[in-house]
T-cell receptor
């Protein structure tokens, strides 16, 4: 099966600019996650979708970050305006259901964002 | 508040020897634990998991041990191979509690280097 697709792979923007990341999960996977991984740290969950509904966005900085998952398939994560501390790898992951946790999520390769 | 801790940022071992990666957790609600492996410029990939009802799970060269009373788990790789060189993340969830508790909380990772 095809993996989790993410684009772009790399992005460099100036602070206060906006940026958007796209994720296409594995076909049929109902649960989708966006994680932020800052250099030297583990991935941190930003938002979790079940189909097109939000399950958990408690760690999403809602003043600047937004995410949507239209039609329960693809998802977009947006940052507006970006800050220097947003420099990180943004990882998208999907699983077939909540029980995907048993076998782990399938992660995409991530988008490396550099804010200058 | 770091609920999953990997206190060794790096570990270096000789090919053929045992690699032992450690992880400690503080949240007593965690009942499912996973190890992920990450190569540069790739997303994390699931390696092995263990439920809190077990104290050991083995898969080929990889064995995970869980000590609930000490809130400690470890990953043993025997024998270690140069291809095992990667960052290893420990992750945990409160799986049995359902809902948003299925989310994974990650440690900061340990860089394993296996020298030929």
């Amino acid at each position: 099966e095809a993996g989790v697709a993410q684009s772009p792979r790399y992005k460099i923007i100036e602070k206060r600019q906006s940026v958007a990341f796209w994720c296409n999960p594995i076909s049929g996977h109902a649960t989708l996650y966006w994680y932020q991984q800052i250099l030297g740290q583990g991935p941190k969950l930003l938002i979790q979708f079940q189909n097109n509904g939000v399950v958990d966005d408690s760690q999403l900085p809602k003043d600047r970050f937004s995410a949507e998952r239209l039609k329960g398939v693809d998802s977009t994560l947006k940052i507006q305006p970006a800050k220097l501390e947003d420099s990180a790898v943004y990882l998208c992951a999907s699983s077939s259901s909540f029980t995907g946790t048993l076998y782990g999520y399938t992660f995409g390769s991530g988008t490396r964002l550099t804010v200058v | 508040d770091q609920q999953v801790k990997q206190n060794s940022p790096s570990l270096s071992v000789q090919e053929g020897r045992i690699s032992i990666l450690n992880c400690d957790y503080t949240n007593s609600m965690f009942d499912y634990f996973l190890w992920y492996k990450k190569y540069p410029a790739e997303g994390p990939t699931f390696l092995i998991s263990i439920s809190s009802i077990k104290d050991k799970n083995e898969d080929g060269r990889f064995t995970v041990f869980l000590n609930k009373s000490a809130k400690h788990l470890s990953l043993h790789i025997v024998p270690s191979q140069p291809g095992d060189s990667a960052v290893y993340f420990c992750a945990a969830s409160a799986f049995s509690r359902g809902g948003s508790n299925y989310k994974l909380t990650f440690g900061k990772g340990t860089l394993l280097t296996v020298n030929p």
